[in-house]
């Protein structure tokens, strides 16, 4: 209920402030997936739900859940705890629990913000959302966003084609399995920045 509230709330603001034009959305599948972009601001969460219009799912640093009220607010609209310390198998079995129950999640494989210059080359990726999406056996979507979010100045967020998981023994992939899917989402996702230029 909050999440709707906050949907209506932020969806003018966001439009108005932060135009942003959306490329590629008939691509998106019908079933569940992971998004993976990269990861420009605080705000790519929220332009990418408000813009794509559904809610997603995101894991987020646990020490933005402090103090508690922010915690509770992030958790509404769809946040959930991950420890950058390590591999947090807490954060991995929610991922697992949301995709189970349909939901989309969103997740930036730099694991922070990339703070070169609009559309710069990616920071180096983490294979998580690969293993994730090859265990749930659910495609991964490439999106990049074109720019950091600035207050007026126009936007663009291209989606690029599904990448479905290719695994001999579904849901046990081998190194080799997971390193060449996330190479085909690096290659993926530059491919669409560099077409941005």
């Known amino acids: 209920m909050l999440y709707i509230i906050a949907v209506i709330v932020l969806f003018l603001p966001i439009t108005i402030f932060f135009p942003t034009k959306i490329i590629g959305k008939k691509k998106l599948p019908k079933r569940p997936y992971i998004i993976v972009s990269n990861h420009t601001s605080n705000f790519d ?24 009220i922010k915690g509770f607010f992030i958790k509404q609209l769809g946040g959930y705890k991950v420890d950058r310390g390590g591999a947090d198998l807490g954060a ?33 990726v983490h294979n998580g ?9 659910v495609p991964i979507v490439p999106v990049v966003i074109e720019k950091r979010p600035k207050i007026f100045r126009r936007n663009r967020i291209v989606i690029g084609d599904p990448i479905f998981p290719n695994c001999e023994t579904p849901k046990h992939p081998t190194k080799e399995e997971t390193d060449a899917m996330t ?4 290659s993926a996702i530059n491919d669409l920045r560099q077409n941005l230029r």
């Open 129 to 137: 959302a690969i293993v994730i999406a090859q265990k749930a056996d």
């Open 45 to 68: 969460c929220i332009v990418l739900d408000i813009r794509l219009g559904k809610k997603l799912y995101f894991m987020a640093k646990k020490e933005l859940f402090k103090p508690k």
């Open 183 to 186: 190479h085909e989402m690096v």
């Open 92 to 124: 991995i079995k929610t991922s697992f629990k949301l995709l189970k129950k349909k939901k989309i999640l969103a997740i930036f494989p730099e694991g922070t913000r990339n703070k070169a210059r609009d559309i710069d080359g990616l920071l180096s």
